[in-house]
């Protein structure tokens, strides 16, 4: 138990289908990531909010929208996926100082199949 | 590019030491992390290195050269319970770049 949670653990949906992926943070931390994990690839980030705030956008398809109402809180809304998008979905926190970086710290994902 | 490098697989057995290599591109680095990941559950973290030297936690140790771009994980008394893929990840900036992983088999 990380301290990192997200729901849900497992996910199939179709090519028009509107899901929502939640993380949650129980670590007082101010900084939140969305990572893809696909077989055999490295884990490719998709989104950083510090301190709610967007700072990085991978090259992100806009059919992944990320949400951070709070500093405790992300979703990540898909909709019209393709195949190609089924992975791992995971969900990360740090607390980001003064720009100095410390470890984050993972939840347990969402496994994500596109049919 | 900020390719990281690492193994793809590696097997040991049971109560053996192992080094887990890890190569990067120097370009901006700032730091690396390690993290170990069972199937089917999250990384978690197992080091940082940000100085060159040897960082000692128990059974796992993780070394860093930052001119050779260079670093490993080494894994003494192996047990069943370490078979996992480990991460490499390093920083640079206020991104992190994870390498594939390698995947550790630990045999009896």
């Known amino acids: 138990e990380t301290g990192v949670t997200q729901t849900p653990r497992h996910l199939v949906m179709g090519m028009t289908n509107k899901k929502s992926l939640k993380c949650e943070q129980h670590?007082?931390?101010?900084?939140m990531y969305w990572y893809k994990q696909s077989a055999k690839k490295p884990l490719e980030l998709m989104f950083v909010?510090?301190?709610?705030?967007?700072?990085e956008n991978n090259s992100v398809p806009s059919r992944f929208s990320p949400e951070c109402p709070n500093s405790s809180h992300l979703f990540l809304h898909l909709h019209t996926l393709q195949p190609e998008d089924s992975a791992l979905y995971l969900c990360?926190?740090?607390?980001?100082?003064?720009?100095?970086?410390?470890?984050?710290?993972f939840g347990p994902g969402t496994r994500l199949t596109v049919t | 590019g900020q390719n990281i490098d690492q193994p793809t697989e590696m097997t040991a057995t049971e109560g053996a030491i192992v080094q887990i290599n890890c190569t990067y591109q120097?370009?901006?680095?700032?730091?690396l992390f390690w993290y170990q990941q069972h199937a089917g559950e999250a990384p978690t973290f197992l080091s940082y290195?940000?100085?060159?030297g040897l960082e000692e936690k128990g059974r796992f140790s993780s070394f860093l050269s930052r001119s050779k771009g260079y670093s490993y994980l080494l894994l003494k008394e192996l047990q069943m319970k370490d078979s996992a893929s480990y991460l490499c990840?390093?920083?640079?900036?206020?991104?992190?770049?994870f390498g594939a992983g390698t995947i550790l088999r630990v045999k009896s």
């Open positions: 990360a926190s740090s607390q980001e100082r003064g720009g100095a970086f410390y470890e984050q710290y």
């Open positions: 670590l007082g931390h101010n900084a």
């Open positions: 909010y510090n301190f709610k705030e967007q700072t």
């Open positions: 120097t370009s901006g680095f700032n730091g």
């Open positions: 290195n940000v100085l060159d």
């Open positions: 990840a390093v920083e640079y900036g206020n991104k992190l770049v």
